[in-house]
């Protein structure tokens, strides 16, 4: 049994960053990682299955999980409401294990503030014109959404520099550096504590 007291890894950044696919190689690659499975009021994408990237609820469940106080944090993103929920997180971090959330700035402020031995990582694109074409290869989603979402990112980059929430920031040019960068920092981390 691993008497070590665990990890909680924040990883932020806009969408079309990249993101997503470092947390999926720090999931397959580092042993003891565990998925912080959030809970939104999003509508499920196609290929999406409930309690895997998400638990999908409606408003007023999300308003019973806040009266509860579930969560360690929540925002609302584009519209639609996003949060962590407690017991988990610490649960897994009792064990020792590394809980890997991926979450957005406004949520990471609320856990830099609750859980500051947390290490939080920000995600950057290279360039705005790599987060455009990354964005614009996604099918899943329309036209509309993928200008909101990049129209949001300058806001997401300032708010995130401002405001001293995260540790490092990690500019993901090559994929499979910025997992190592990662997976490095990590290693760091759980060795200093
Ligand atoms: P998507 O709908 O594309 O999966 O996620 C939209 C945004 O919500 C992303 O920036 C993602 O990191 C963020 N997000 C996902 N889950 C949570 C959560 O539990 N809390 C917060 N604050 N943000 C979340």
Not at 10 to 19: L, Q, R
Not at 88 to 116: L, T, W, Y
Not at 168 to 189: A, P, W
């Amino acid at each position: 049994m691993n008497t070590a007291r665990g990890t909680l890894l924040v990883i932020s950044g806009p969408s079309g960053t990249g993101k997503t696919s470092i947390c999926h190689a720090l999931l397959e690659q580092v042993p003891e990682t565990v998925w912080s499975v959030s809970v939104t009021t999003r509508p499920r994408r196609g290929h999406e299955q409930d309690g895997e990237a998400y638990h999908f609820v409606d408003e007023g469940r999300f308003d019973e999980l806040l009266a509860e106080d579930a969560f360690l944090e929540h925002a609302t993103y584009l519209g639609h409401r996003y949060g962590t929920l407690k017991a988990p997180v610490e649960q897994a971090v009792a064990r020792g294990q590394v809980v890997v959330m991926e979450i957005d700035v406004q949520g990471a402020a609320q856990v830099a503030a609750r859980m500051p031995d947390s290490l939080r990582i920000f995600i950057l694109p290279p360039t705005p014109e790599t987060l455009q074409a990354r964005l614009a290869g996604r099918r899943t989603e329309t036209a509309e959404l993928q200008a909101r979402r990049l129209a949001r990112a300058d806001g997401e980059i300032a708010f995130a520099r401002a405001e001293g929430i995260y540790q490092y920031f990690i500019t993901n040019d090559i994929l499979k550096d910025s997992i190592d960068e990662v997976i490095g920092i990590l290693k760091q981390e759980r060795e200093r504590t």
